[in-house]
């Protein structure tokens, strides 16, 4: 169903999804004034504009001035994904992370507790940790030796005597972020307290997290084996979330998963038959608040055997599908063998839950993206499972990996196409025709329709246009 944030000057509101499939694209010669980028206020109005149903104008990935606009109403307004608890698993670890171009510390403190602190000292401002990883009990500013715990507190100013009796150290502390929340060990923040709650956010995406969490035994994820790192050229708004690209994309991939699905490369084996086909039982969902997914489990449900096979002749596989079915519903347990714990799931905006790995999307600038990949392993598993799991992860996502480097390729191919502002109208109507809406709202297409497009297009908007105090005009 259309919703108001999907109304557009060029189609009126109530036009059904037959009536928008047989019209014309807006083209150039039917864009309102307010759409011509170089004089455009981007006030609700325009932006509205942007988005009409099943299209997207260019400007959305390539004007400097939505970009900004996206980084204040969306990264540094809503939820966004800080780090996992694993990762800072002992007292003083931390991890240096982005919340836009807000510079961030994500850190256990001496007490135990998960903070996230502003990366910027009380005094003049310097970022006060310097490294991407560490541990430390203290963060020192290198320009005039400020010292803070890893607790955030003030302990010590060097010079203290130019400081009058009035200086008080304990108002001085590390600017904590107004809120964080974890779900399940994935910590959030916002830096704008009215957000609703983390779980109102997450919705029904939640459960598809638990896919993941719950296939390590007693839900104990390992997310400390480093980061490898992609920077393209090209807008964060194109990263993951499309089932239609890999049988063009990485055709020569999925030809060498189907031709080894049998020789115990266990990527090959949860891709087998080709879940990308157009003729398959794969599907595509949009929970709402611009989280979607990739959705496999029925092709997988068929074709789960493979994969418990190359599980049950590694050492220690055996346990780990007896620990499953012994943690967990028969039938929920065979969900998470059927899908190896892979939610293939974006939560918007910047966090993705694909194969083996937590990915992190960092807009820079418009035009240029980065996208940090973390291979998650499981506690309480053999050597060997582990092993398997980077092994996957390395074959498709690493630096020599055999997928995500012609993503890369294709994002900036995007970018530039994106540049000829003629008929500036990009088509993401696929699977209008057919998509469905389940009982809890969920809106499901089949794998290859851009049902996450419109989701995540359709967040956009809300977020960008949708509070009061947006409104200019
Ligand atoms: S800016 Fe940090 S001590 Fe001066
Ligand atoms: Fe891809």
């Not at 206020?41 to 400097?64: E, I, K, Q």
């Not at 005597?161 to 200086?167: A, I, L, Q, V």
């Not at 991939?253 to 003729?279: K, Q, Y």
């Amino acid at each position: 169903m259309p919703t108001e944030h999907q109304i557009s000057p060029v189609r009126p509101a109530s036009a059904d999804v037959a009536a928008m499939e047989r019209a014309a694209p807006p083209g150039p010669h039917r864009v309102p004034d307010r759409l011509d980028v170089a004089r455009s206020r981007y006030d609700a109005a325009g932006l509205r504009s942007l988005v009409a149903p099943g299209w997207v104008h260019s400007a959305v990935y390539t004007d400097p001035r939505i970009f900004e606009l996206e980084l204040e109403r969306i990264f540094h307004k809503g939820w966004v994904y800080i780090g996992h608890e694993s990762e800072i698993a002992k007292s003083g670890e931390f991890r240096r992370r982005q919340m836009g171009r807000q510079p961030v510390i994500f850190v256990r403190g001496q007490d135990g507790e998960v903070r996230v602190f502003l990366n910027r000292c009380r005094h003049r401002g310097a970022i006060v940790c310097e490294v991407d990883e560490g541990r430390d009990s203290y963060f020192r500013c290198w320009y005039h030796g400020w010292t803070y715990s890893n607790s955030g507190e003030l302990v010590s100013v060097s010079g203290p005597d130019g400081y009058g009796p009035s200086f008080d150290a304990r108002e001085n502390g590390l600017t904590p972020v107004p809120r964080v929340a974890s779900y399940r060990g994935f910590v959030f923040a916002t830096l704008d307290d009215a957000v609703p709650p983390l779980e109102h956010y997450l919705g029904g995406a939640a459960k598809v997290i638990d896919i993941l969490v719950d296939s390590a035994p007693r839900g104990e994820l390992l997310v400390r084996s480093g980061s490898n790192r992609t920077i393209y050229k090209g807008n964060w708004k194109q990263v993951g979330m499309d089932g239609y690209h890999p049988l063009f994309v990485h055709a020569s991939v999925l030809a060498t998963w189907e031709r080894h699905s049998d020789s115990g490369h266990s990527l090959g084996a949860t891709h087998s038959a080709n879940p990308f086909n157009f003729d398959g039982v794969s599907e595509t969902r949009d929970f709402g608040n611009g989280h979607t997914m990739l959705d496999f489990l029925k092709h997988r449900l068929n074709h789960s055997g493979k994969f418990r096979s190359i599980l049950e002749n590694t050492p220690g596989g055996a346990d780990y599908i007896e620990a499953l079915y012994a943690e967990h519903e028969e039938s929920w347990a065979d969900v998470l063998l059927a899908m190896a714990g892979d939610p293939h799931v974006g939560i918007f905006p910047n966090l993705q839950l694909i194969n083996n790995q937590i990915r992190i999307v960092n807009p820079i600038s418009v035009d240029e993206t980065e996208v940090v990949m973390f291979p998650v392993l499981f506690a309480n598993v053999s050597p060997e499972i582990n092993a398997l799991r980077l092994r996957q992860h390395e074959s498709f996502y690493g630096p020599a990996g055999s997928g995500s480097t012609d993503d890369a390729e294709i994002f900036e191919r995007v970018q530039k196409g994106l540049g000829a502002s003629i008929d500036p109208w990009i088509n993401i109507s696929r699977g209008m025709n057919r998509e469905r809406v389940e009982a809890d709202g969920t809106i499901v297409g089949h794998i290859s329709d851009e049902v996450p497009q419109r989701g995540q297009l359709k967040q956009w908007l809300t977020m960008m246009v949708g509070r009061p105090e947006f409104e200019e005009g």
